[in-house]
Nanobody, 117 residues
Framework: QVQLAESGGGLVQPGGSLRLSCTAS???????MGWYRQAPGKQRELVAG???????NYADSVKGRFTISRDNAKNTVHLQMNSLKADDTAVYYC????????????WGQGTQVTVSS
């Protein structure tokens, strides 16, 4: 069972920055990692993802503002969020997709990001 531990959420003013981190317990095999978010009354959506080979993808709403990176040696993924807007307010969830065929999803407990003046 893979466990994901998130950190880095909080309250920030519009235009500010936050960095989220997520560390996975020991993982065997190929896995992709990513960040999703869910705002009140909305569905969970993909924010950014990064494959085992380092290929990244982003939601259109965060392109140019957010950067995802990973440290394979530490089983860690980071999300650097700059130029934050009120619309970025949500609970952010770390996700790990294990395997290539018949993939298994693992989720963190979520961390609150609030952008407000």
């Amino acid at each position: 069972q893979v466990q994901l531990a998130e950190s880095g959420g909080g309250l920030v003013q519009p235009g500010g920055s936050l960095r989220l981190s997520c560390t996975a317990s020991t993982v065997f095999g190929i896995y992709d990692m990513g960040w999703y978010r869910q705002a009140p009354g909305k569905q969970r959506e993909l924010v950014a993802g990064i494959t085992s080979g380092g290929v990244t993808n982003y939601a259109d709403s965060v392109k140019g503002r957010f950067t995802i990176s990973r440290d394979n040696a530490k089983n860690t993924v980071h999300l650097q969020m700059n130029s934050l807007k009120a619309d970025d307010t949500a609970v952010y969830y770390c996700n790990l997709k294990l395997g290539v065929v018949g993939r298994v999803d693992y989720w963190g407990q979520g961390t609150q990001v609030t952008v407000s003046s």
